[in-house]
């Protein structure tokens, strides 16, 4: 028989047991979901880019309530397209609602419109593909996705990967301008691949471009 008095007793130290039973398990619902979180966080993909207009992709403007003035027209060498009125209007490099911006801001800069509202289209995207050479398994010509973003690491890695003579941490990325000149970057890619701690955030963050020419050099022995 369970003595009347230790009742009490007993009931408050079950209490006491529960609760410190509970915030122990909230605790550790907490540490779970947080390192979840973390884990989620390093897994997620990197933000799709908005596609930049390239020479060559045809277009379609279209002008609300104007309609003389839509057209179709493709992207010239430099990177221009020909509008009624406003003439040539730089669009290459711009994302389509820059273009759309730009365009709208030429007819009315120009008093053409008022409140000019334009509406772009790609009817035709230009051919987009980037080539490597070098010390990869396999170089060539790859296809650059339209609506996503590839980096040197990405095509190294579709290039079968760095040779054993590879110098990965000075691959170059040459690139020609609209104005014809070329620049060349250089890229620590092995750092990225292998994850290392030196290697930059810039270079994981840069995309090729239509055109680029990326070539890893041979190790010094």
């Not at 390093?42 to 045809?58: E, G």
């Not at 994850?195 to 930059?200: D, E």
Request: proline share 5%; net charge positive; glycine share 6%.
């Amino acid at each position: 028989m369970v003595n009347s008095r230790r009742v009490p007793f007993l009931r408050r130290h079950f209490a006491y047991s529960a609760f410190r039973a509970a915030f122990a398990f909230m605790v550790w619902a907490q540490c779970f979901l947080a390192a979840s979180a973390q884990e989620t966080s390093k897994s997620l993909p990197r933000p799709v880019p908005s596609y930049a207009i390239v020479a060559t992709d045809r277009l379609r403007i279209d002008v609300y309530q104007e309609d003389d003035l839509s057209v179709i027209a493709s992207v010239d060498a430099k990177g221009a397209i020909n509008l009624r009125l406003v003439g040539e209007i730089l669009v290459a490099g711009k994302t389509v609602p820059e273009a759309q911006k730009a365009i709208e801001a030429a007819y009315r800069e120009g008093r053409y419109l008022v409140t000019p509202q334009v509406t772009i289209n790609i009817e035709e995207y230009a051919p987009r593909e980037v080539s490597i050479d070098g010390m990869v398994r396999n170089p060539g010509r790859f296809p650059l996705p339209i609506e996503a973003g590839l980096t040197v690491a990405d095509l190294v890695l579709k290039a079968g990967g760095l040779t054993d003579t590879a110098r990965g941490s000075a691959v170059t990325v040459t690139r020609r301008g609209l104005d014809g000149k070329q620049t060349v970057f250089t890229v620590d890619v092995e750092s990225l691949i292998k994850g290392k701690s030196s290697g930059k955030a810039a270079d994981n963050a840069f995309l090729l471009q239509p055109g680029d020419i990326v070539f890893v050099p041979q190790r010094i022995i």
